[in-house]
């Protein structure tokens, strides 16, 4: 499980910059085959908790893929292509904050959204995801992204 832990996780709150998410969840992986592995471990947390991304771009051999979780986007970069796009200084005025605040806002803010919705179960309480919050305390597992590479692999190309 340790290969697929992300590098350099960083959470910047939008919600005063934007009106489409809440978060931010960027950071990067060392090939691109890291990158994928931890966009599925992402997926695989979200099905776990009976969600899934909104949209995805990315994917195989893509050294940039987003997943648009709702109140969470988040970005999982190479090294080189997360340094070139730079978002932590596109974004400097968003603060920074920790992990667990953030999953416990994005995750009642995304329930709030699935009940208006009419689906009142997203399979897990609180009890349960809290459990989950204090396990992870490192990697990207409580968040979000990748699958439209066309988009995104002509931007991977600028970046080499």
């Not at 809440?22 to 776990?48: K, M, N």
């Not at 009976?50 to 970069?77: Q, Y």
């Not at 730079?86 to 605040?101: I, K």
């Not at 997203?122 to 590479?149: A, K, R």
Request: charged share 40%.
């Amino acid at each position: 499980m340790e290969k697929r832990r992300a590098l350099d996780v960083m959470i910047l709150d939008m919600r005063e910059l934007m009106t489409i998410c809440d978060y931010f969840v960027i950071c990067h992986g060392r090939s691109l085959a890291h990158v994928e592995a931890i966009a599925e471990t992402v997926e695989e947390h979200l099905s776990e908790q009976g969600l899934r991304p909104n949209h995805m771009e990315g994917g195989r051999k893509a050294t940039w893929v987003i997943l648009d979780c709702g109140s969470t986007v988040g970005h999982i970069f190479t090294e080189e292509t997360r340094d070139f796009y730079d978002l932590e200084r596109l974004w400097e005025s968003a603060p920074v904050v920790d992990h667990r605040e953030a999953m416990e806002t994005a995750v009642e803010h995304d329930r709030e959204d699935e009940d208006a919705k009419g689906d009142d179960d997203l399979g897990e309480d609180e009890d349960d995801l809290e459990g989950d919050l204090e396990d992870d305390d490192e990697g990207l597992d409580h968040d979000d992204i990748g699958d439209d590479d066309e988009d995104l692999d002509e931007h991977s190309e600028d970046a080499t």
